[in-house]
C-alpha cells in the first residue's frame, strides 16, 4: 500500500545532542510538510517543500531545520534539542497542482523525548 | 488568515449513543474543510472532507459532517459511536487555492461503556 513512513518512532536524544528524523512517502506526492505536535495541542506546522522548494513558518525557530534530497524522502534535522522540543513530530504529504485538490496524508509520527 | 474553533476539547459519550463534534472557522477566503480521527500515539487519518458541492458529506466509519456557510461551520456527527471512536478530532480548514491546513485545538472523544 501506499504510503507515508516515519522512522523511527520513538527517538530519546540528549539535550543539546543533533538529532535527524526521517520520512519517506511512497505516494509520489510533490508536496511534503512537517509538523510539530506537542501533548493535547493541535499539530503546528514547522515547515514544508513543494517539490524542491522550502518554505519556512515565520515562527519555526532557526533549530529546526530540513532537507529533502529526492522526492521520496524528507528530513527534519534539530540542532541543538531544549526540553521544550519533546513532542511528537508528523509528516504529511500531498499532490497540489494539476487542477485537483488533495488532502494531507499523515506518517505514523515520530515521538521525540529529550533527556 | 483562516482560524479554527472547537467548541469542545472533551466529549465523554456513552457506547451506542450519537455524538457530534463543533468546529467553527473564520477566513476572508473560500476555504476546504477536514476532519481528521488521531488514535493515541499514531498519526492522523482523514475522516472525510468538504470541497465544493452537497453540504453534507459523508465519510469513514460511519461519520459525517454538514457544511453550514451562513454559520461558517461543519460540525462532525455519528449516530451511533462504539468504544473504538474514542480518539481525538481535529477540524481543519485550508484555502480553496492552497494546501497549508489550519488546525483547531481538537476535541478528545472519550466513549464509554
Known amino acids: 500500500d501506499a504510503m507515508v513512513i516515519q522512522n523511527p518512532r520513538y527517538q530519546v536524544t540528549q539535550f543539546g545532542k543533533p538529532v535527524t528524523l526521517s520520512c519517506s512517502q511512497t505516494?509520489?506526492?510533490?508536496?511534503m510538510y512537517w509538523y510539530q505536535q506537542k501533548s493535547s495541542q493541535a499539530p503546528k506546522l514547522l515547515f514544508h517543500?513543494?517539490?524542491?522548494?522550502?518554505?519556512n513558518e515565520a515562527d519555526t525557530p532557526d533549530n529546526f531545520q530540513s532537507r529533502r534530497p529526492n522526492t521520496s524522502f524528507c528530513f527534519l534535522d534539530i540542532r541543538s534539542p531544549g526540553l521544550g522540543d519533546a513532542a511528537m513530530y508528523l509528516c504529511?504529504?500531498?499532490?497540489?497542482?494539476?487542477?485537483?485538490?488533495?488532502?494531507?496524508?499523515f506518517g505514523p509520527g515520530t515521538r521525540l523525548t529529550v533527556t | 488568515a483562516q482560524s479554527v474553533t472547537q467548541l469542545d476539547s472533551q466529549v465523554p459519550v456513552f457506547e451506542e449513543a450519537p455524538v457530534e463534534l463543533r468546529c467553527n472557522y473564520s477566513?476572508?477566503?473560500?476555504?476546504?474543510l477536514f476532519w481528521y480521527v488521531q488514535y493515541p500515539n499514531q498519526g492522523l487519518q482523514l475522516l472525510l472532507k468538504y470541497l465544493s458541492g452537497s453540504t453534507l458529506v459523508k465519510g469513514i466509519n460511519g461519520f459525517e459532517a454538514e457544511f453550514n456557510k451562513s454559520q461558517t461551520s461543519f460540525h462532525l456527527r455519528k449516530p451511533s459511536v462504539h468504544i473504538s471512536d474514542t480518539a481525538e478530532y481535529f477540524c481543519?480548514?485550508?484555502?480553496?487555492?492552497?494546501?497549508?491546513?489550519?488546525f483547531g485545538g481538537g476535541t478528545r472523544v472519550l466513549v464509554k461503556p
Open positions: 477566513s476572508s477566503v473560500s476555504v476546504y
Open positions: 505516494l509520489n506526492h510533490n508536496v
Open positions: 517543500y513543494y517539490d524542491k522548494d522550502f518554505n
Open positions: 504529511a504529504t500531498s499532490r497540489v497542482g494539476t487542477g485537483k485538490v488533495d488532502e494531507q496524508y
Open positions: 481543519a480548514v485550508s484555502k480553496a487555492a492552497g494546501n497549508k491546513l489550519t
